[in-house]
């Protein structure tokens, strides 16, 4: 799974925004802090605004701010309200062409980590995301058996380093068609 750039712009201008709490921020400086397309951003802020996690100002002096107080934004709400296809496989559409049917246990099994995602997710808010006070400990995470949580004293070693699979370079791999973006799973976060 693979979140898009509209997302991963949204989350960077929501961390931006909270950081100046006391005024306006604009698209053009936002843009030029993180090196991104101003179009792009326009995009993105018209949709943070019509789902209600910015408020924007029109005019001279104009930007945007925050709607909500950053530890009232999760993350997983935002990901939500941004990313349209959550469709993992194509079983997971409504128009499902997929032969194995009720023996196949994969759909159940991907459920699952969307759903363990979105949980992880949805235990931050933008407030975690925001840069520590100085000389603040840094929330870190840390993965027990149970999923992820946060912990202020989890360290390095806790997260085994995992053997990387090397895959091969995309020219020699088949092309798969790409699935339409439609909100397949409404059972699913």
Request: include cysteine; hydrophobic fraction near 40%.
């Amino acid at each position: 799974m693979r979140l898009t750039m509209m997302t991963d712009f949204a989350l960077r201008l929501l961390i931006y925004v909270a950081q100046r709490p006391e005024r306006l921020c604009t698209i053009v400086e936002v843009a030029r802090a993180y090196r991104i397309s101003e179009a792009h951003l326009m995009k993105v802020t018209h949709q943070l605004a019509l789902d209600g996690w910015i408020e924007t100002v029109r005019g001279k002096g104009g930007g945007m701010r925050l709607a909500v107080p950053p530890e009232q934004i999760r993350v997983g709400a935002v990901v939500r309200s941004v990313e349209k296809d959550f469709r993992l496989a194509e079983c997971f559409g409504a128009d499902s062409t997929c032969g194995l049917g009720a023996n196949c246990r994969l759909s159940s099994l991907f459920g699952a980590a969307l759903q363990s995602f979105f949980d992880t997710l949805d235990a931050s808010t933008l407030a975690d995301l925001l840069p520590s006070p100085a000389g603040a400990e840094p929330l870190r995470f840390v993965a027990p058996s149970g999923g992820l949580k946060p912990s202020k004293d989890a360290t390095p070693t806790e997260f085994p380093e995992t053997p990387v699979q090397r895959l091969p370079s995309p020219s020699s791999r088949r092309s798969s068609p790409s699935l339409p973006r439609a909100d397949g799973l409404s059972s699913l976060p």
